[in-house]
């Protein structure tokens, strides 16, 4: 398992933008973002594959945030414009999952520890 170190985290006014990366230890296969507010369950937001050919997103986020990766540096961003309230959570990044259910959480095998993003209204 690599290990993920996720930054960029924040506090930003609904509106606003940020862009949070994660680092790799190592070389991964795809990779995804997920999200988890006090009291939720952690939600899938967005994943990538290896080549970045192909990329996943929630319907929540569609439109507003933008994955992307940088096989060079073993790190992969998302891009969050159009920040809204309910944006808030811990973000978390993922990756290797077993399957191509990116969306499953319980399919990635290394997370990392996660940043969080906290919009205001």
């Known amino acids: 398992q690599v290990q993920l170190v996720e930054s960029g985290g924040g506090l930003v006014q609904a509106g606003g933008s940020l862009r949070l990366s994660c680092a790799a230890s190592g070389r991964t296969a795809a990779m995804g973002w997920f999200r988890q507010a006090p009291g939720q369950e952690r939600e899938f937001v967005a994943a990538i594959t290896w080549s970045g050919g192909s990329t996943y997103y929630a319907d929540s986020v569609k439109g507003r945030f933008t994955i992307s990766r940088d096989n060079a540096k073993k790190t992969v961003y998302l891009q969050m414009n159009s920040l809204k309230p309910e944006d808030t959570a811990v973000y978390f990044c993922?990756?290797?999952?077993?399957?191509?259910?990116?969306?499953?959480?319980?399919?990635?095998?290394?997370w990392g520890q996660g940043t969080q993003v906290t919009v205001s209204s």
């Open positions: 993922a990756a290797d999952p077993r399957s191509r259910q990116y969306s499953n959480k319980f399919e990635y095998l290394s």
